[in-house]
């Protein structure tokens, strides 16, 4: 009986410390007000939740490392951008909602002539996260071949 509760605690332990509690001021939405709804862009939206899991960092930093090594000139012209959007603060409640990403999810967003299209990668996120050369070589072939359509 005792071996039982202390593997319920272990466990319970192990389950809300698994994921990372810090939170930074990254992790609020850009203020899109200022952007030029009409301009052709694509923007990478990596959703998160306050308490993040070691996958989802990994998602992050895969995401933000395709795009140094690849789309330095992009990001710099505002042809590409990249938003870190905490799912859990009232303040990104509304696009939380408009993308339906409750948790760690990960979106590219095509914006032409200020029309939208939402394109879910979170599934391949999740599957790819552990294999960064994977991730990276095949997200770089998503992004590219989005921005051939501005």
């Not at 509760?5 to 698994?18: E, G, P």
């Not at 899991?53 to 998602?59: L, R, T, V």
């Not at 090594?69 to 938003?83: D, Q, T």
């Not at 979106?107 to 032409?112: A, D, K, P, R």
């Amino acid at each position: 009986m005792k071996v039982k509760i202390l593997t319920v605690l272990v466990f319970l332990f192990v389950s809300f410390y698994a994921c990372d509690n810090k939170q930074s001021k990254e992790n609020t939405v850009t203020n899109t007000s200022t952007l030029n709804n009409k301009t052709n862009r694509l923007e990478i939206l990596d959703f998160h939740t306050a308490h993040r899991c070691k996958a989802c960092i990994s998602i992050e930093a895969n995401t933000k490392e395709t795009l140094k090594k690849h789309f330095s000139n992009e990001m710099k012209s505002g042809k590409l951008s990249f938003r870190l959007i905490n799912a859990d603060i009232k303040e990104n409640e509304k696009i939380v909602e408009e993308y339906g990403a409750y948790g760690t999810s990960l979106f590219l967003n095509l914006i032409i002539d200020g029309k939208e299209k939402h394109i879910d990668l979170t599934n391949f996120a999740f599957k790819k996260e552990s294999n960064k050369e994977v991730f990276i070589s095949e997200l770089k072939a998503k992004i590219e071949a989005e921005l051939k359509n501005l």
